[in-house]
């Protein structure tokens, strides 16, 4: 089994910043491509940033310029640093990741998800 575990989400007034992380563990064999997505009330959940191993990332057009996702392979863990927060940011945001346990199928896994508010 291969668990995320993310931490970092909270309240913040527009124009501050967060940092989400998520850790991976378990049985963990690899894994490839990290990211986050978000879902807010009523919408349906979107990309908002995707990473490879080799550090290749891809961002939703609405956070371009204003998110920066990171990974550390030693450690199975994933970041999201969010500035310039907006209302429309809030969400609860996901981490996902593709890899395989020692089973080796592989496996799409998801995060709990960790809720960011931010107020105008």
């Known amino acids: 089994q291969v668990q995320l575990v993310e931490s970092g989400g909270g309240l913040v007034q527009a124009g501050g910043s967060l940092r989400l992380s998520c850790a991976a563990s378990g049985s963990i064999f690899k894994i490839n491509l990290m990211g986050w997505y978000r879902q807010a009330p009523g919408k349906q959940r979107e990309l908002v940033a995707v990473?490879?191993?080799?550090?290749?990332?891809n961002y939703a057009d609405s956070v371009k310029g204003r998110f920066t996702i990171s990974r550390d392979n030693a450690k199975f863990t994933v970041y999201l640093l969010m500035n310039s927060l907006q209302p429309e940011d809030t969400s609860v945001y996901y981490c996902?990741?593709?890899?395989?346990?020692?089973?080796?199928?592989?496996?799409?896994?998801w995060g709990q998800g960790t809720q960011v508010t931010v107020s105008s």
């Open positions: 996902n990741a593709d890899g395989m346990g020692y089973d080796l199928r592989p496996t799409e896994y």
């Open positions: 990473i490879s191993s080799g550090g290749s990332t």
